[in-house]
T-cell receptor, first 113, second 113 residues
Framework: EADIYQTPRYLVIGTGKKITLECSQT?????MYWYQQDPGMELHLIHY???????EKGDLSSESTVSRIRTEHFPLTLESARPSHTSQYLC????????????FGQGTRLTVV | AQSVTQLDSQVPVFEEAPVELRCNYS??????LFWYVQYPNQGLQLLLK??????LVKGINGFEAEFNKSQTSFHLRKPSVHISDTAEYFC???????????FGKGTRLSVIA
């Protein structure tokens, strides 16, 4: 069973606030990902990491930043939240073998008012 | 870059009827294909995957998919759907090497009693 956790599950926050979305996995996976999911379902890759101290931007430009100081932890930060950041954020991880599937967390639904 | 096209954004089907959800991918030397399911307010769960070998892949919950290289397709099928199959379904692809999964826009399957 996949063990990847996201907190909080739901967050409503005011414009201009700094927020950090947490993602942790207990599977020892090297690869971790953040996807942003539109209300219409489409997933867009915004950040990924293939190991400690390695982070890359994804296909969708995002004002968020990530860090990977520990293998199991991949937090996403928004320095100043805006209503345009309202979305669902999904974290995932996968093992080091080529082409193993990604395991997903439950997601964080962010609303910026 | 890899891309995935899910040809139907919504598929309504009566309970116990068969269903096919279509997925086409951009061609590459080798590809690895996945189908995920997302229930409301949840993350994504792997249904099945094709890495190599037999082109007919069986997954959980009675789903199966067939890899067709000549048509660059990986359609998902189930012979008899249940109300509980109502969800969003995502097709995803990665080519060999360290590339993140690329997702299609999703298909919303609605099973009608």
């Amino acid at each position: 069973e996949a063990d990847i956790y996201q907190t909080p599950r739901y967050l409503v926050i005011g414009t201009g606030k700094k927020i950090t979305l947490e993602c942790s996995q207990t599977m020892g996976h090297d690869k971790m990902y953040w996807y942003q999911q539109d209300p219409g379902m489409e997933l867009h890759l915004i950040h990924y990491s293939y190991g400690v101290n390695s982070t890359e931007k994804g296909d969708l430009s995002s004002e968020s930043t990530v860090s990977r100081i520990r293998t199991e932890h991949f937090p996403l930060t928004l320095e100043s939240a805006r209503p345009s950041h309202t979305s669902q954020y999904l974290c995932a991880s996968s093992g080091s073998s080529l082409n193993t599937e990604a395991f997903f967390g439950q997601g964080t639904r962010l609303t910026v008012v | 870059a890899q891309s995935v096209t899910q040809l139907d954004s919504q598929v309504p089907v009566f309970e116990e009827a068969p269903v096919e959800l279509r997925c086409n991918y951009s061609s590459s030397v080798s590809v690895y294909l996945f189908w995920y399911v997302q229930y409301p307010n949840q993350g994504l769960q792997l249904l099945l995957k094709y890495l190599s070998g037999s082109t007919l892949v069986k997954g959980i919950n009675g789903f199966e998919a067939e890899f067709n290289k000549s048509q660059t397709s990986f359609h998902l099928r189930k012979p008899s759907v249940h109300i509980s199959d109502t969800a969003e379904y995502f097709c995803a692809v990665t080519s060999s090497g360290n590339t993140p999964l690329v997702f299609g826009k999703g298909t919303r399957l609605s099973v009608i009693a």
